[in-house]
């Protein structure tokens, strides 16, 4: 009896969701015609206000900075909304359009002419990029909270999770990689790990303050690529340079041509390009899944009712589907990231580790040979 309620409820809710996917492209048609790739591109790159879930004429407004023509200016992004002109002092701004160079950016009206200012808003990705710190910092901050208060007792629940994750990653990764060094390098890349989980799960929530496509913007994991280049190659030992600019080869690949070296250098570049593309492709091409598989509901909407209610079914079972996976694709994301990173820097020690274990080893053999 139970079950069959239950089937009635999901019916019951699919009869609804397909009947407002309907209605909402019915609406939508009387106004323009749907298009997907605008859709799409509005929601997966940067934007001066944060969208209104199924509402796209409203946002809400986000500060705009800039430095103009005639100085510094702060104003609401709402002057801007749908292509309008604002006008500042006098100076006169606007999102420039589809057929402008600046596509998207905000731009400064002069003689008829648009001028990029040096712009400095905190836009949809800047925002987000502050709301992830700050839970961050709030969940790791309870957690050690909790330590200092209950310095032997586990904690359970959410901070539980948090900790078995803390451990995972540190005990599972760090520590084994990079052994003594461990301490030095885990406040980094621990930050790594959860900048990036937390922002993977923000981006996949629909509403604010999710629904910012960080990790599927290049810029950002450019940035966490070279924090992780910067930590691999400026704190790197003697040996590890050695080994970029004279590699223990065969002499013919160092002179005259320097060809070991020059693929070692390039390869200082490779790992970062490396780890930017695959954390940007994978989390941009689950956001492209789940946003086409959505406008799947209105397109065959548009053809018929019948059609729209079948694609509303399936659309919606995939679109779950696809962002439980989402949500697992996430944390591996977070995880290889981490590793990878682990591993580069571990790479940039490799050898003083082995002096050190020879060191320990002829140290312990000679205290043994005294006892003897």
């Known amino acids: 009896m139970i079950s069959r309620f239950k089937h009635i409820i999901l019916l019951m809710l699919l009869a609804v969701v397909s009947v407002g996917a309907s209605a909402a492209q019915a609406k939508e048609s009387e106004e323009s015609t749907i298009n997907a790739k605008e859709i799409i591109f509005e929601h997966l790159l940067d934007g001066y206000g944060w969208e209104v879930p199924f509402d796209h004429h409203h946002r809400i407004p986000l500060p705009v900075i800039c430095y103009a023509s005639d100085g510094l200016h702060c104003f609401s992004s709402s002057h801007l909304d749908h292509g309008a ?8 701004f606007t999102i420039a359009g589809e057929d402008s160079k600046y596509k998207g950016k905000l731009v400064e009206i002069v003689n008829g002419e648009e001028l990029r200012p040096w712009d400095f808003s905190i836009t949809k990705n800047v925002c987000a990029v502050f709301i992830t710190v700050l839970v961050i910092l709030g969940l790791l ?17 959410g901070l539980g999770a948090i900790e078995v994750v803390v451990t995972f990653v540190y005990d599972g990764v760090v520590k084994p990689i990079l052994g003594p060094l461990a301490r030095k390098f885990a406040p980094y890349l621990m930050t790594v790990f959860f900048f990036i989980l937390v922002m993977n799960l923000l981006g996949l929530i629909v509403i604010f303050p999710g629904g910012a496509n960080l990790t599927g913007n290049i810029a950002v994991t450019l940035v966490l690529s070279i924090c992780t280049f910067v930590a691999t190659n400026f704190f790197a030992n003697k040996h590890y ?34 780890l930017t593309v695959r954390l940007f492709a994978n989390m941009m091409g689950g956001h492209i899944i789940v946003i086409s598989l959505t406008l799947l509901i209105f ?3 548009a053809i018929s009712p019948v059609a729209g209610g079948a ?23 977070a995880y290889v990231f981490t590793m990878l990173s682990t591993l580069f820097i571990g790479l940039a020690h490799e050898h003083e580790h082995e002096e050190e274990q020879d060191k ?13």
């Not at 310095?151 to 359970?156: N, Q, T």
């Not at 065969?250 to 070296?261: D, H």
């Not at 694609?311 to 591996?332: N, Q, R």
């Open 85 to 92: 002109v604002y006008q500042d002092g006098d100076c006169t």
């Open 141 to 157: 901050l309870w957690l050690a909270s909790f330590h200092r208060k209950h310095p032997y007792k586990a904690p359970r629940k």
């Open 241 to 274: 340079w050695k080994e970029i600019f004279w590699p223990e080869v065969p002499m013919w690949l160092k002179v005259p041509i320097p060809i070991m070296p020059v693929i070692e250098i390039f390869g200082m570049f490779t790992k970062p390009a490396a």
């Open 299 to 301: 397109i065959f909407s």
């Open 360 to 372: 320990d080893k002829s140290l312990g053999k000679k205290i043994v040979d005294t006892l003897v």
């Open 311 to 333: 694609a509303t079914v399936v659309s919606l079972l995939f679109s779950i589907f696809m962002l439980l996976i989402d949500v697992l694709v996430s944390f591996i994301q």
